[in-house]
């Protein structure tokens, strides 16, 4: 049965797309089946791996909302072992029309557990928001991961967030975890940058995750071209820091202990 992650941040522009895209990415060239679910009206990760949402016929909505069974809207990446279950701009209405439904935070689970045995990881690109998308995202998860950006007002909402969470955790969701917090762009050059990371691992300590993410062009020119970071250009700074979280995710999960995973590590670090 397959995990499933959350990545939710309530605030814009702290890499909540590109780690999903990135981090899923670096799971399946690991050889584990991994499904990405863009739950973000936007579409970003939708478009971010190769599909124009404005021609996606079937999206995450028509599931939550329409009944359509998951196995006919997911579509095959170019990455092996990367799918995706699309958005579209739709998704914007389901929070009104999830509203009255009874058992409204936990439609996502059920469209979730029909497909969940189907894969070794589910990871959910979580809109910029609270809303009962975010809610039904975290409803349906073992884990969530919070991308937390090293700038001024990093820390800003955070605690909203982690309140969120645990109200979830009480009334909807007793096993959910958080996987752990990912610090993103960071600059090394920065007083500031550097100052957030003191602040954050001292804060939150063995919660945060020892990779950080730099800025990189490279993470930033990928989408552009429908491809991870790891598809794009393997050996740029952006795709080793997602194959080093992905290697964390494995190890907390107990799962980096097979020799073909810790060689195709060893491959990919090389450039192989």
Known sequence: MGKVI????QKGG??????????????AVLEYKTLIIDADPQANATSGVGFDHKTVKNSIYECVLNEVEPSEIILKT????????PAHIDLVGAEIELINLPNREHMMKQVINKIKDDYDFIIIDCSPSLGLITVNSLTASDS??????????????????LNTIKIVQSRLNTNLEIEGILLTMYDKRLRLSNQVVEDVRTHFQDM????????????????SFGESV???????KGAQSYLNLAREVLQKNNLLKTETTKKKLVDLEDGN
């Open 6 to 9: 959350s990545i939710a941040n």
């Open 14 to 27: 702290v890499g909540k797309t590109t780690t999903a895209i990135n981090l899923s990415a670096g799971l």
């Open 78 to 85: 170019k990455t092996p072992n990367l799918d995706i279950m």
């Open 144 to 161: 969530v991961i919070v991308p937390v950006q090293c700038e001024y007002f990093a820390l800003e909402g955070l605690g909203k967030l």
């Open 208 to 223: 945060v995750f020892d990779t950080i993410v730099s800025r990189n062009t490279t993470l930033g020119e990928a989408p």
């Open 230 to 236: 790891i598809m794009f250009d393997a050996e740029s």
